[in-house]
C-alpha cells in the first residue's frame, strides 16, 4: 500500500490560504489522492480527491504534481472552523478493498 | 439526507464483557467499513462489508468480528474486552466496493467504547 508523509502540525492564519502537503512517492498510476479532515472527536469529512488532474469544490483544492508523488490540499480563506488534523490519503484501488489507510495527519490550526 | 447512524454514543463496559455497535450506512449506501481510533494507533481499519460480505479486514484479532444484513445495515461485535479496546468506533459508508476510486466514504460520528 502507498504510503504518505504529511508534515506533523501548520498554522494558519485566519482568513490566509492553508497549503497543506502531502508525499506519496510510491503511488500507483491508478491511485486516487483522497483528503480527509477530522475535527475534534468527529468521524473523518471527506474533502476532495484526484487522480491526475487538479480538483477545486466548494471546500478546497487539491494541486498534484505531474509525476503524482505529491499533493497539495489548498483551503483558500481559512476559517477558524478549518482547525482539525488533516489525512492524506491514498486508496487502494484493488477489487473488495476500499479501505482507507490514514497516516498521522497534519493538525491544523487556524489562528484569529 | 440522512447521514451515517451509530449507535450507541457512548458506552461502558467491563473487562471480559462483549460489545455490539451498529451502524446504519447512508440510504442506497451498499459498503460499510468500520474503524477503530485510539491516541496512541490512530484510525486503524477493522473490515469492510458490501452485499453482507467481508470483503477485506485488517490486522485485528478474531475476538473483533462483524456481519452485514440484507439492508446493508452493520453490526461489529467485540468479545472478551480488554482495556486496550478503549477506542472510538467509525463506522463509513460508500456507494460501492470495486475497482474505482471515485467513491467518497461518509463517516459516522462514532460509538466510543470505555472498557472499564
Known amino acids: 500500500d502507498a504510503k504518505t508523509t504529511q508534515p506533523p502540525s501548520m498554522d494558519c492564519a485566519e482568513g490566509r490560504a492553508a497549503n497543506l502537503p502531502c508525499n506519496h512517492s510510491?503511488?500507483?498510476?491508478?491511485?486516487?489522492v483522497y483528503w480527509y479532515r477530522q475535527i475534534h472527536s468527529q468521524g473523518p469529512q471527506y474533502i476532495i480527491h484526484?487522480?491526475?488532474n487538479n480538483e477545486t469544490n466548494e471546500m478546497a483544492s487539491l494541486i498534484i504534481t505531474e509525476d503524482r508523488k505529491s499533493s497539495t490540499l489548498i483551503l483558500p480563506h481559512a476559517t477558524l472552523r478549518d482547525t482539525a488534523v488533516y489525512y492524506c490519503i491514498v486508496r487502494v484501488a484493488t477489487a473488495g478493498a476500499n479501505n482507507l489507510f490514514f497516516g498521522t495527519g497534519t493538525r491544523l490550526t487556524v489562528i484569529p | 439526507k440522512a447521514g451515517v447512524t451509530q449507535t450507541p454514543r457512548y458506552l461502558i463496559k467491563t473487562r471480559g464483557q462483549q460489545v455490539t455497535l451498529s451502524c446504519s450506512p447512508i440510504?442506497?449506501?451498499?459498503?460499510v467499513s468500520w474503524y477503530q481510533q485510539t491516541p496512541g494507533q490512530g484510525l486503524q481499519f477493522l473490515f469492510e462489508?458490501?452485499?453482507?460480505?467481508?470483503?477485506n479486514k485488517g490486522n485485528f484479532p478474531g475476538r473483533f468480528s462483524g456481519r452485514q444484513f440484507s439492508n446493508s445495515r452493520s453490526e461489529m461485535n467485540v468479545s472478551t474486552l480488554e482495556l486496550g479496546d478503549s477506542a472510538l468506533y467509525l463506522c463509513a459508508s460508500s456507494l460501492a466496493a470495486g475497482t474505482g476510486g471515485s467513491y467518497g466514504y461518509t463517516f459516522g460520528s462514532g460509538t466510543r467504547l470505555t472498557v472499564v
Open positions: 510510491t503511488i500507483s498510476g491508478n491511485e486516487y
Open positions: 440510504s442506497g449506501h451498499r459498503s
Open positions: 462489508y458490501f452485499s453482507e460480505t467481508q470483503r
Open positions: 484526484g487522480l491526475k
